[in-house]
């Protein structure tokens, strides 16, 4: 199977609870966002291998709600340059213990934001899931749990044969990001922290940051800032081997045991003396 398709542009407009009726909607707007240039390849080989590659020219976010007075609707403004802004490469390979591997891109991206506006994106968010029960109801729902895993039936014994063990790596690389918290968005010369990192990328068992700086400056003036802490590098790696060398060395010390043992016991015989347990 071989699939390709482009979309132009896709826009997604959030409104908030308060939109019960088609004249209640510029009152009750949240947020609206825009995919340009969507360009998808899927491949599907006989044999079950597959690739898919994901590109999209630009993402934008934008603070529609009339209520705020904001001097910065752009949450997430458009990128300057003319390269892909996202991109997604997956791979799968054929087999039983088939293998995957995705790599992510993400070139520039620049997030501009109150913390009303966050709060706002947070609440509509979190509206969708069911609010926490009380602990009362918590406790009680534990104990008949519990009287109900008491009075059933044993489990049936499951199939023994091993699992087929797929792997599965990634990575994601992000470009020049910049998040921008603004104090008063509703002036154009507010004060705002600014968070850059030159390069962030994230694999399976790596972390890695580079030039990772914070400043103060106000948005009409970008080149009079004060920068604190100076710029700095993280890098985080988690290293398996130590967990795989430990059955092994198991083994070694078992196997020098038995081997010491059985050598006692030829000793022991030699000298006709009763062997040892």
């Keep these: 199977m071989d699939l390709h398709f482009r979309v132009n542009l896709i826009n997604v407009e959030l409104f908030t609870d308060a939109a019960t009726s088609q004249e209640s909607l510029h009152k009750a707007n949240l947020a609206k966002s825009a995919i340009n240039g969507t360009d998808v390849k899927f491949k599907m080989l006989s044999n079950s291998a597959m690739k898919a590659d994901v590109a999209l020219k630009s993402f934008t976010v934008s603070d529609t709600r009339s209520v705020k007075d904001t001097k910065f609707r752009e949450i997430i403004p458009a990128v300057k340059h003319n390269a892909r802004q996202f991109v997604l490469n997956y791979r799968m390979?054929?087999?039983?213990?088939?293998?995957?591997?995705?790599?992510?891109?993400?070139?520039?991206?620049?997030?501009?934001?109150?913390?009303?506006?966050?709060?706002?994106?947070?609440?509509?968010?979190?509206?969708?899931?069911?609010?926490?029960?009380?602990?009362?109801?918590?406790?009680?729902?534990?104990?008949?749990?519990?009287?109900?895993?008491?009075?059933?039936?044993?489990?049936?014994?499951?199939?023994?044969?091993?699992?087929?063990?797929?792997?599965?790596?990634?990575?994601?690389?992000?470009?020049?990001?910049?998040?921008?918290?603004?104090?008063?968005?509703?002036?154009?010369?507010?004060?705002?922290?600014?968070?850059?990192?030159?390069?962030?990328?994230?694999?399976?068992?790596?972390?890695?940051?580079?030039?990772?700086?914070?400043?103060?400056?106000?948005?009409?003036?970008?080149?009079?800032?004060?920068?604190?802490?100076?710029?700095?590098?993280?890098?985080?790696?988690?290293?398996?081997?130590?967990?795989?060398?430990?059955?092994?060395?198991?083994d070694r010390i078992s196997r020098a045991s038995q081997e010491e043992n059985s050598s006692t016991r030829t000793n022991w015989r030699a000298a006709g003396r009763p062997t040892p347990p």
């Design 93 to 250: 390979s054929a087999g039983a213990n088939a293998s995957s591997l995705a790599l992510v891109t993400v070139d520039s991206p620049n997030i501009i934001f109150s913390l009303d506006a966050a709060f706002a994106l947070m609440n509509f968010f979190m509206s969708a899931f069911p609010p926490a029960p009380a602990e009362a109801s918590a406790f009680s729902g534990k104990g008949s749990q519990q009287a109900k895993t008491s009075t059933s039936k044993p489990q049936t014994k499951q199939d023994s044969s091993p699992p087929s063990e797929n792997t599965m790596a990634f990575r994601v690389h992000v470009l020049d990001p910049t998040i921008i918290l603004l104090a008063a968005p509703k002036r154009a010369d507010t004060e705002a922290i600014v968070l850059s990192i030159k390069q962030f990328l994230l694999g399976v068992l790596a972390l890695k940051v580079d030039q990772m700086g914070m400043l103060m400056r106000r948005m009409n003036r970008p080149k009079e800032s004060s920068r604190f802490p100076d710029d700095f590098e993280v890098t985080t790696v988690a290293v398996c081997t130590g967990v795989r060398l430990v059955p092994s060395i198991l």
